[in-house]
């Protein structure tokens, strides 16, 4: 028996579908997307998606899809995840965030908790969803066994449906110093505001990004980690990649965290671009010739360049997504890889969501007066990227400062 068949027998857990095969989750992932979209307003109005969708995406694996196979997971590439994702968000943008931000951080809960804290997390039927709030907006008292925790963290997206939360604080060393650990709360440790969804905001209400508040809740040692997944090079692996053998579980978030954003992004552009078809092929020009649009040679060019952009975005991520597989195995090899190739990857990621960005505006601003109407698809697929835009116009100027101080050694600031 290995150790890996060792850690099932002792969580119990079993994968429910030990045949399913990548081809076949990305399918169901697809042809979900008629669906997908009937719930759009409703899921913006609840600010998540509902609990049949919920049970709906359980019963297809989408919660398991990077999940260990020895806690009840498929185990599946990085490559299979970003398609699942970029499928969702097709069908709904505001939908694949909340989906995405909800499953993703399964692989640094694997990669930097001790194994115990982590089969605790998957419980008793493997079912892990957790956002993570990266910003320090709560401070951990040291006390003895762990730490007392208080704080606030907005747009914590994914966590309607959550079991776990993820969220960052800033604690005192024994030496004095000042430094940031990430708690893992279970559910009932945690209060979810109200404070989403119902038109609130101008797209993504169903991303389910709620504020997560907690008062003096006490936190034991095993349950934190300090920060350090988008900077450190961890020579000697992590806790991931020696319990499961896989380096997927090397952990480091600069990628993973920046893929995020981008499968909806390029989900969203795709949704754009299937409105767009959809309305040049009943919808005529307005001067002549006045044939229905599809015919006429600037709309297939409008076509034509939107859609290379959006192929593009999607070759980005689904390149960047085999070279992190690449990178762990090397690690694995005993050559774990330079900060500046992390970097490198998640700046490449954001540029894809840049070029997302870029097709969905062409898109809107190509189809007609019509998209200016409230409830039109293609405009909250428009307004969707723009608040991602947003905050990719926060990160991008971040991790491209940081891929060159590493790139020419210099200190980080």
Known sequence: ??????????????????????????????????VLRENRLKAAEEGAYSAELHAAFDQAGFYRLVQPRQYGGYEFSLETYYRVMMEISRGDPG???????????????????????????????????????????GMATPVEGGYLLTGVWPYSSGVAHSTHAMVTAVTTTESGEMAMIVALLPR???????????????????????????????????????????????????HGTASTENPLYVGNIQPLYAASLACVQVG?????????????????????????RYKHPETQVIYGEARGIIDAAQAVVLTAARDYGHLGEQGANGKPAATEDWLALGNMLYAASRLA?????????????????????????????????????????????????????????
Not at 11 to 28: H, K, M, N, S
Not at 366 to 394: H, N
């Open 1 to 34: 028996m290995t150790s890996n068949q060792g850690a099932a027998v002792f969580a119990g857990l079993r994968v429910p579908e030990p045949d399913l095969t990548p081809d076949q989750v990305i399918a169901r992932a697809a042809a979900m997307r008629p």
């Open 95 to 137: 939908i694949g965030w909340c989906l995405t931000l909800g499953t993703g951080h399964t692989i640094p809960l694997v990669a930097h908790y001790p194994e115990e804290v982590v089969r605790e997390a998957f419980g008793s039927d493997g079912l892990f969803i957790a956002p993570h709030s990266a910003s320090p907006r």
């Open 188 to 238: 009932e440790d945690y209060i979810v505001r109200d404070d989403w969804g119902a038109h609130m905001t101008m797209a993504l209400g169903a991303s389910g990004s709620n504020t997560v508040e907690l008062t003096e809740v006490f936190v034991p040692a095993a349950r934190t980690s300090p920060f350090d997944w988008g900077t450190a090079n961890y020579p000697q692996g992590t």
């Open 268 to 292: 969203a552009a795709r949704a754009a671009l299937d409105a767009f078809e959809e309305t040049i092929l009943t919808k005529k020009r307005l001067y002549p010739p006045q044939i229905e």
């Open 357 to 413: 960005h870029e097709a969905t505006e062409l898109l809107f601003r190509s189809v007609g007066s019509s998209v200016s109407q409230k409830g039109v698809p293609l405009q909250d697929y428009f307004l969707a990227t723009q608040m991602s835009r947003a905050q990719t116009a926060e990160h991008r100027p971040h991790i491209g400062q940081m891929l060159a101080q590493a790139h020419f050694n210099l200190p980080p600031q």
